[in-house]
């Protein structure tokens, strides 16, 4: 059975409440259920705009009122959003009898680097305290475990909000967390799905559209002549080095870094004999029957010494062969988004090719003439 999480805010917070309602949803997995109560006759907290901040004593006792009004069951959890200032600037607080929770929801944008939206600091703390109450049976446990010195742990007090930071980009729980979770109730898989949700909160803070990003610079790649390698040549990134690929891969990879504006992988015949012609050039053979494949064409000689190709319709020899280069530039170029340039991606409906705007230099001269001594494949198949 999911835990039952009631949401609410007063009125003029509604809105901040169900973007904070989409975060905690977002987590994958049905252990949390929430419902959104809202507040039907506007504000619920009597108004202290003229007075010194609410205690947390007496705004749980307003919690509890609610709690009552609205029928809310005791074993539900009830979460407050809330824009009502709490004594001693509390941002976060737990009443354990009652199961009741409140988030403040003031001041949190100035928290971190980037203008990401404050839904997501605050879902972090509602996870955070539905964990504690959920894993501490009693006031006294949770206290106890608790960090009065910030660590970079998710059980962090953090006695000021502008500490929070630390706790949010890790969101890490501690050796000593760890251990005191498993053994005050070893719901293992509860405690993963916890661990799992901060994580997913945290990358996408870091990771997503509000965080400043570093965006990676395309680098010149180059046809460059090697004697240490066996093919004699290599296919070098700039200030990085030379992708490990074989003689059929490095004549796939060629034939769409000389073609930029990207090839349909039906149409790859035409260029049939460019890509003999360059395959030799690698190994001093020519080697039809895998040139052929590459083109969706079984290729055959006849008795009289006749080529004969014909189109074939399940040929995966030139995907396999773009899976294997693309996972080889990752290899050599990571993961951050440089590789996403130089793979051969599906760029347009029709075509598949390399990012136009890398810069691809043949210091060989090798393609060039290639090129200029051949006409388009003519021995078109039926
Ligand atoms: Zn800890």
Known sequence: MPYSIILTAEKQDEVQLVEVKEVLESIPGKYLEYQLKKGSKGPFIPSREYTAALSELEFFSWMQEFRIGFDVGDEQILVFLTSQPIENRHFNGIDFLNRTVFVDLNNWEKLLVGNHPIKYPIAFHVLISLLIIIYFKEEAGAKAALHQEDMGCILDLNRKKTKVDLKLLTARICPTCMDTFLNNLPDINLLAYFRSGLEKIRYDMVEGEYFRKIKPKPITVKLQKVFSKKLGYCICFDGIGSVNLDATHTVVYLYFLI??????????????????????????????????????????????????????????????????????????????????????????????????????????????????NLGKFKNLPS
């Open 259 to 372: 073609n930029p504006q990207g090839e349909s992988l039906k149409e790859i015949y035409k260029d049939y004999l460019f890509l003999l012609q360059l395959y030799k050039k690698f190994t001093g053979t020519y080697n039809h029957g895998l040139i052929a494949k590459l083109c969706k064409l079984d290729y055959k000689v006849d008795a009289n010494g006749k080529e004969i190709f014909k189109k074939l319709k399940r040929e995966n020899s030139m995907s396999e062969r773009i899976s294997k280069i693309n996972k080889e530039i990752t290899v050599l170029l990571g993961t951050f988004g440089l590789e996403k340039f130089y793979q051969i991606l599906k760029r347009t409906e029709e075509s598949h090719g390399v990012d136009p705007q890398i810069t691809f230099e043949d210091e060989t001269k090798i393609l060039q003439e290639l090129k200029s």
